[in-house]
């Protein structure tokens, strides 16, 4: 069964600190890897993501690293705000099957 | 430009009766996809569905159905309803051959 493994559970930082997320898979047939943003009463959204021909992604003061040899990725999120308070995904997308496997989420809480 | 829209938003259903959770999406999207989360556990698919007609079990698919008889409209039938279908429902499209995904903002199904 595909699996994408993440952790923390639940991580506390304080405004201006970095959080870190990570994940790991097992599948090698993965070939897109996102990260989902999820707030309170609302669905997922596509915060960002990276194929795994890219080592590093930046948007902003979002970051992916991906260790492909590793098959592990994580998600640094710079001068964190209490506005990025939310629940974070990542994921693994396999085109042969066209589906999309999720992690168990991180809840993210910044401290003003 | 609505997106992907899931109806009902909430609802309250006995043991044994089954119910239609609806979803449409406006962006010409082939690829639809019904996810549930559960607290601690992430996104599990149920279903999904590549183009009209077409459709496919994900991980989680017993005590479900679906159909797609149009590109726009993607329902989630439920049938024989048990308590461990107690959840939140996500629909998503995507334009396909990628992992980013467009959901819905959920339909909270408690069966009591």
């Known amino acids: 069964q595909q699996q994408v493994k993440q952790s923390p559970q639940s991580l506390i930082v304080q405004k201006g600190g970095i959080s870190i997320i990570n994940c790991a898979y097992e599948?090698?047939?993965?070939?897109?890897f996102p990260w989902y943003q999820q707030f309170p009463g609302k669905g997922p959204a596509l915060l960002i993501a990276?194929?795994?021909?890219?080592s590093e992604k930046k948007e902003g003061r979002f970051t992916i690293s991906f260790n492909k040899s590793a098959k592990q990725f994580s998600l640094h999120i710079m001068d964190s705000q209490p506005g990025d308070s939310a629940t974070y995904f990542c994921?693994?997308?396999?085109?042969?099957?066209?589906?999309?496997?999720f992690g168990k989420g991180t809840m993210l809480l910044v401290s003003p | 430009n609505a997106g992907v829209t899931q109806t009902p938003k909430f609802r309250i259903l006995k043991i044994g009766q089954s119910m239609t959770l609806q979803c449409a999406q406006d962006?010409?999207?082939?690829?639809m996809y019904w996810y549930r989360q559960d607290p601690g556990m992430g996104l599990k698919l149920i279903y999904y569905?590549?183009?009209?007609?077409?459709?496919d079990k994900g991980e989680v698919p017993n005590g479900y159905n679906v159909s797609r008889s149009t590109t726009e409209d993607f329902p989630l039938r439920l049938e024989l309803a048990a308590p461990s279908q107690t959840s939140v429902y996500f629909c998503?499209?995507?334009?396909?051959?990628?992992?980013?995904?467009?959901f819905g903002e959920g339909s909270r199904l408690t069966v009591l």
């Open positions: 599948n090698t047939a993965f070939d897109y």
């Open positions: 990276i194929r795994p021909d890219v």
């Open positions: 998503a499209s995507s334009r396909g051959y990628t992992g980013e995904l467009f």
């Open positions: 994921a693994a997308y396999d085109s042969g099957y066209s589906t999309l496997t």
């Open positions: 569905s590549v183009g009209a007609g077409i459709t």
């Open positions: 962006m010409n999207h082939n690829y």
